[in-house]
């Protein structure tokens, strides 16, 4: 059983950054697909980064490249993303997902299992 945890959520100013931290046990991100998604009341989960298993890919939605970017630590076993240039439209419950399946959808949000429970990122203009 993988279990993960997010961190690192607040409230920030438009043009400001923050990371995100996401902590596993059960299990090592190296041998796990690991995505960032974010949800906002109404609307479905959105995909906003991954890193692939077992090739070690990075994507990104399309929209946030350039602002967004997810590493990973295995000595920590933690995978970050560093948030620049926020803008208000960014505000949202972040999410950490985990899949121990290789060769998953990294983009979509039903091929992981293991979610943690959110952190709430908000963005003031």
């Known amino acids: 059983q993988v279990h993960v945890v997010e961190s690192g959520g607040g409230l920030v100013q438009a043009g400001g950054s923050l990371r995100l931290s996401c902590q596993a046990s059960?299990?090592?991100?190296?041998?796990?697909?690991t995505g960032w998604f974010r949800q906002t009341p109404g609307k479905e989960r959105e995909f906003v980064s991954a890193?692939?298993?077992?090739?070690?890919?990075?994507y990104y939605a399309d929209s946030l490249k350039g602002r967004f970017t997810i590493s990973r630590d295995d000595a920590e076993n933690t995978v970050y993303l560093q948030m620049n240039s926020l803008k208000p439209e960014d505000t949202a419950v972040y999410y950490c997902?985990?899949?121990?399946?290789?060769?998953?959808?990294?983009?979509?949000?039903?091929?992981?299992?293991?979610w943690g429970q959110g952190t709430q990122v908000t963005v003031s203009s």
């Open positions: 997902a985990a899949d121990d399946a290789p060769f998953v959808n990294a983009f979509s949000y039903r091929a992981y299992d293991y």
């Open positions: 059960g299990r090592t991100f190296s041998t796990l697909t």
């Open positions: 890193i692939s298993w077992p090739a070690g890919k990075t």
